[in-house]
């Protein structure tokens, strides 16, 4: 299986670490050629606006927006996430994402006073055992669409938000598990999303 990581911006080295720690060769990906012959996709974390406007730049906006509508496995982690959803709140005005996943996400939504954080999170349908989770200038969901399945959420003021959420063959946390040793993340979207696919 090719797996590529979207090597537009943001911590794709670390993704390819931890798709690597699976025990799958993944390859970095930004051209039109190389987005058409990859068998699943990872979208790193980093900054929503400046991968959607750079994935024009390298004319491959629309065509990764087709893959994923079309059943390509997908991965986001946090802007990566953002770039999955069909809906974004405190969005700028002009940006765009490659969508998919019948979520509406909101950007920066622990507040600007908490720009990272680390705590412990559930995710009972992966594993039994807590999860690290950073967290930096993340998003949360909002809304849900039917098919969406909340894989882990988050307690902020008596309300709780998904910060994993799964539709099919797609997969998005609010988080970045590429920055901590842990691939229990990777290692389900491969075994998990991807055979599924
Ligand atoms: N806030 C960023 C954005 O809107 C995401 C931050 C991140 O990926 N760590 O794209």
């Given amino acids: 299986m090719k797996v590529g990581v979207l090597a537009l911006q943001g911590d794709v080295r670390e993704h390819l670490r931890a798709l690597q720690d699976c025990g799958v060769e993944p390859i970095s990906v930004r051209r039109p050629e190389e987005i058409k012959a990859v068998d699943a996709l990872v979208i790193p974390g980093g900054e929503s606006t400046t991968i959607a406007h750079l994935a024009q730049t390298f004319d491959v906006f629309d065509l990764i927006s087709e893959r994923i509508k079309s059943g390509l496995p997908v991965y986001g982690s946090c802007a990566g996430m953002i770039l999955l959803a069909d809906r974004v709140l405190d969005a700028t005005a002009d940006q765009r994402t490659f969508g998919g996943m019948d979520i509406t996400v909101r950007r920066n939504a622990f507040g600007r006073q908490v720009d990272s954080f680390e705590i412990d999170i559930a995710m009972q349908a992966l594993t039994h055992a807590a999860m690290r989770a950073v967290f930096i200038r993340a998003p949360w969901v ?13 307690t902020r003021e008596g309300v709780s938000h998904p910060v994993a959420v799964r539709q099919g063959h797609m997969l998005a946390t609010s988080f970045h598990p590429e920055l901590t040793e842990d691939s229990r993340i990777h290692r389900y979207f491969i075994e998990e999303v991807c055979k599924s696919a």
């Fill in 142 to 154: 909002e809304q849900i669409g039917p098919g969406v399945q909340v894989l882990s959420s988050v």
